[in-house]
């Protein structure tokens, strides 16, 4: 390294192109010459432990949702079923649970974006949870560099989420039709003994 000149080997090379887009690049390469202080190291410890409240809460949430869904099920699920009437309006109010318990998810991750300040607006802080939970990143903006490590988090908890209630789904799905097929081998095996007049 010559003479005067300060060690930025950590520091990314951003093209000028990227800056112009993406306002977190921007400031990004203009903080690439700037010396970083103790609380920068810390920051990571700070980012983790603010985002392991949210992501315990919503996981609490997902659980709750998911019991409420599969005792649902077993207590009203097996008799609609087994009857054969209302299948669809079940399903639907089914379908209703498990999306709430994913808006409400979200909900809890928007709020703990707003009140630790990464987000000015709620509906700003919703938008772009929304985004990172589904995995869907239009990359329309990015958390502030002290709390970015949020946005990784987030989608970890709307991925998991997301595998859980699918695995609830299929199972009671697989339930439902092994319900259903009962139901039409007794009805048919009921038919096959009425004697023909």
Same mark, same amino acid.
């Given at each position: ?13 951003? =093209? ?8 977190? !690049? ?7 010459? %700037? ?8 920051? =990571?410890? +700070? ?9 315990? +809460?919503?996981? @609490? ?56 300040? !990464? ?48 695995? +609830?789904? @299929? ?7 092994? @319900? ?9 095996? %009921? ?7």
């Amino acid at each position: 390294m010559p003479p005067g000149e300060t060690n930025t080997a950590w520091a990314p090379r951003i =093209p000028a192109r990227l800056c112009q887009n993406f306002p977190a !690049a921007a400031a990004a390469a203009a903080d690439t010459g %700037k010396e970083r202080n103790a609380m920068d190291q810390v920051t =990571p410890l +700070v980012e983790i432990a603010a985002g392991t409240v949210p992501l315990i +809460v919503s996981l @609490l949430i997902h659980g709750v949702g998911m019991f409420l869904v599969q005792r649902a099920f077993r207590t009203r699920g097996v008799r609609v079923f087994t009857s054969g009437r209302h299948e669809q309006l079940f399903l639907a109010g089914m379908i209703v649970v498990l999306l709430t318990t994913h808006l409400v998810e979200m909900l809890v991750w928007a709020v703990a974006l707003v009140l630790i300040q !990464a987000v000015t607006g709620f509906r700003d802080a919703f938008y772009y949870v929304a985004g990172t939970y589904t995995t869907l990143g239009y990359g329309e903006g990015t958390l502030p560099k002290s709390w970015r490590l949020l946005a990784p988090m987030i989608a970890i908890s709307g991925l998991f989420a997301f595998g859980w209630t699918t695995g +609830v789904l @299929l199972n009671l799905m697989s339930q439902a039709a092994v @319900l259903n097929a009962a139901r039409d081998i007794a009805a048919s095996a %009921k038919t096959d003994r009425t004697p023909n007049s």
